[in-house]
């Protein structure tokens, strides 16, 4: 039996932003456990290679534009079936190069981070959401962050992204009761070594560093690791919830 445990053989699953950092390891570790992989991300070389690397369905789009969706997701479901899992990781941390206090912030640099982490998370669930109730089956994933729960300085539409990121999770999961076995849940994350911290100065992430009490970033296999079970049947009585995975630098 333990050979079986959360193995995902038969299940069709589609990652966001795939192509590299956590979305990658995410998908690496999906396909390992025997699912069918969609790589989604907006670089179609990153596409093709973590989809290559791992048998899967590269994908490429913008996730914002609902037609660019709906292409996307016609597509996996005509090459590989139905999706089972969703697990919605693209996100960016700013606008390039506008990580400024509140007061010198604009509207653009609100509208870009919102637009891709929550709005463009919500299209996605729309796309699947019709096809997992009627088959009374699915496993949706929203990658959040510890700053939704905390706040970063300097990160303000990054934060309150993540946190309605991570009350999204909990309405949707509430909305789905009683439709099947189909759970919702969200991962927030501390730090992780990815790509994403390009987009930060050292200031900030020495300061994201000095609250983590493990001392040390976490590695996108770990954040992979938790993704696994969630995507799992074996996670058939836990929905609606926000896991940390933040080196002990938030336990609630």
Known sequence: MADNLFRLDGKVAVVT???QGIGEAICRRLAAGGAKVGVFDMNPANAERVATAIGGVPLVGDLTKEADL????GEIVSKAGPVDILVNNAGVASKPGRDVPIWESVREDWEFVMNINVTGLVLCCKAVLPGMISRKYGRIINIASIAGKEGNPKMAP????KAAVICLTKSLSKELVGKGDICVNSVAPAVIQTPILDQLNQEQINMMLSKIPLGRTGKPDEVAALVHFLSSSECSFTTG???DISGGRATY
Do not use: I, K, L, Q
């Open 17 to 19: 932003g795939g192509g």
């Open 70 to 73: 709906d292409r996307v997701f």
């Open 158 to 161: 990054y934060s309150a992204s």
């Open 241 to 243: 919830f926000c896991f």
